[in-house]
């Protein structure tokens, strides 16, 4: 089977640009979820993405969003972007055994990991 | 929310020691606790899981504890190999209706010396 796969694999914008990312997950995965990693932060939580719906939401702000379609496939978006936006944008694919599903047990798939987009905003 | 502290920072070994990394969490309702492994220009891997109703779990050289009660968990390498050169990172989550946000320590890079 095909791993994650994100694209484009690097990206260069200035300062008050927009940029999309894409996220294509395992084949039968249902549920993506975005990261954002820095040095000095290490790995943050963004959005998970299910059935076209966002079940979670990090502590990001609004510029940050991100949708998913039919075919699991995501984007994310960040509008006006700052300088701290320079970051490896990492998304994680699960096949989401949902808490409805898990039989209203907690439940947390294992997320399986892309290459990252490396976002450098100038 | 939920806090995953990780120790330590960085690890040197020589090449068949073994490596042990400690993490502690906050969130007593957490129950799935991955770890991962990322080399340089990839994507973190997953080398080994464990949720909350096991204590231990072995795959190959790679072993993870977990003590719910002290809330800490850890990851043992035995026979370290050059290749196991890495940084690590632990996880937890609290998967519920709400969603799977794994939360990440700050990461552990080991460097394997032959």
């Known amino acids: 089977k095909a791993g994650v796969t994100q694209t484009p694999r690097y990206l260069i914008k200035t300062r008050g640009q927009q940029v999309t990312l894409s996220c294509s997950p395992i084949s039968g995965h249902r549920s993506v979820s975005w990261y954002q990693q820095t040095p000095g932060q290490g790995l943050q939580f963004l959005f998970e993405?299910?059935?076209?719906?966002?079940?979670n939401k990090g502590n990001f702000p609004g510029r940050f969003s991100g949708r998913q379609f039919s075919n699991s496939r995501s984007e994310m978006n960040v509008s006006t972007l700052e300088l701290g936006d320079s970051a490896l944008y990492l998304c994680a694919s699960s096949l989401s055994t949902t808490w409805g599903l898990a039989g209203g047990k907690d439940f947390t798939d294992t997320q399986y990991f892309g290459p990252g987009t490396r976002l450098t905003v100038l | 929310g939920e806090n995953v502290e990780q120790h330590p920072s960085t690890l040197s070994v020589q090449e068949g020691d073994s490596a042990v990394i400690k993490c502690t969490y906050s969130?007593?309702?957490?129950?799935?606790f991955p770890w991962y492994k990322q080399e340089l220009g990839k994507g973190p891997q997953l080398i080994i899981d464990i949720r909350s109703n096991v204590g231990e779990k072995k795959d190959q050289r790679i072993a993870v504890t977990l003590n719910k009660t002290a809330k800490h968990f850890s990851l043992h390498i035995t026979e370290t190999q050059p290749e196991d050169s890495a940084v690590y990172f632990c996880a937890a989550s609290n998967g519920n209706q709400a969603g799977t946000a794994l939360i990440f320590g700050k990461g552990t890079t080991l460097s394997v010396s032959s």
């Open positions: 969130d007593s309702a957490s129950n799935y």
């Open positions: 993405y299910f059935s076209e719906t966002q079940r």
